[in-house]
């Protein structure tokens, strides 16, 4: 039975080393397919879109460059020719496909012989589990610092997809991150340590983490509310002088009328109302009735 170097989620080893699934870790490595499965899957990493030009796509050398006889030349057909200076290439490369096959159990088998190759080295290690609640590099630096990675070629295989660690270790150009059963026998092979969560061997995902206790707010450092209402009610103040200062400004264009005159100025009569004032104006006023004079003595 195989064992490998066992650490806690801090990165702290523990005493016991773990025991690794037998049904995977029997310690054959078969090179011959492990040869078969790199070179498949370079094959497969391959554009091929590389391309030269033969005669027949080489512009020019459509006239005969002299005549057939009489020159005392070797006979030519044309300038663009493989043998002349600017002619075409012969046997070039011509865009193709590379892409090559590789039978399912072939490739398992040499995904198992990779692992075992890693194991027998020393080069396996388990982690209880990736505790990553946000992406954060520097703690990921630190935890391979404690495993003795440091500055080696290093591949995470995680239980289950791990957006976190994932964007953790994309900053470090020697550490790639990616789910276990997703790994190939080429990056197992490309790593010089391979580091899996503890969950991936034994099938058991582990538990989410728990949340955070909420940061405590010290009472002389005011909160965000506070702060930001004291930002609107400054802004808030701000514009009410802008306002007076542009209504004293107009005060003074207008030649010193002020607000409230104006306010209590009437309003112009309507054309209507004018016709009704003229014709009152117009019409005579009626005379006061006469007082009845005084009766004198002796008047019936």
């Known amino acids: 039975m195989i064992e490998a170097q066992y650490f806690s989620a801090a990165g702290a080893k523990r005493s016991a080393a773990f025991e690794l699934p037998t049904e995977i870790f029997d310690g054959t490595v078969n090179e011959p397919v492990l040869h078969q499965a790199v070179k498949v899957y370079l094959n497969n990493q391959r554009q091929g879109t590389a391309k030269t030009k033969t005669r027949s796509f080489v512009s020019g050398g459509n006239q005969k460059p002299w005549k057939q006889k009489g020159t005392g030349r070797a006979r030519q057909g ?9 002619g075409g290439v012969v046997f070039g490369p011509i865009p193709r ?5 590789i039978p399912r159990k072939v490739k398992q088998l040499a995904r198992k012989s990779a692992l075992n190759a890693r194991a027998r080295e020393g080069a396996l290690h388990v982690v209880e589990r990736f505790a990553f609640r946000r992406p954060k590099t520097a703690q990921l630096a630190g935890l391979l610092a404690s495993l003795g990675l440091d500055g080696r070629k290093v591949l995470l295989l995680t239980a289950a997809a791990n957006e976190a660690l994932y964007l953790s270790g994309r900053n470090l150009q020697t550490v790639d991150v990616m789910p276990y059963p997703e790994a ?14 503890e969950g991936a061997l034994t099938g058991v995902l582990p538990e989410p983490l728990a949340d955070e206790p909420e940061e405590a707010v010290s009472p002389k ?3 965000r509310s506070a702060v930001k209402a004291a930002k ?3 802004t808030a103040k701000t514009a009410k002088k802008t ?5 004293k400004l107009a005060l003074k264009r207008s030649g010193g009328k002020s607000a409230t005159k104006a306010r209590k100025a009437k309003p112009a009569p309507s054309r209507s109302e ?10 005579p006023a009626k005379k006061p009735a006469a007082k ?3 009766k004198k003595k002796g008047d019936k």
Do not use: N, Q
């Open 274 to 283: 004018g016709k009704s004032t003229a014709k009152a104006a117009k019409k």
């Open 243 to 247: 306002e007076a200062k542009a209504a």
């Open 232 to 234: 609107t009610a400054k």
């Open 78 to 86: 044309s300038t663009r020719a493989p043998h002349w200076r600017g």
């Open 221 to 223: 450092a005011p909160k």
């Open 97 to 101: 496909d590379y892409r090559t096959d």
């Open 184 to 197: 190939s026998a080429y990056d197992i092979l490309w790593a010089e340590a391979v580091v899996v969560e």
């Open 292 to 294: 009845p004079k005084p």
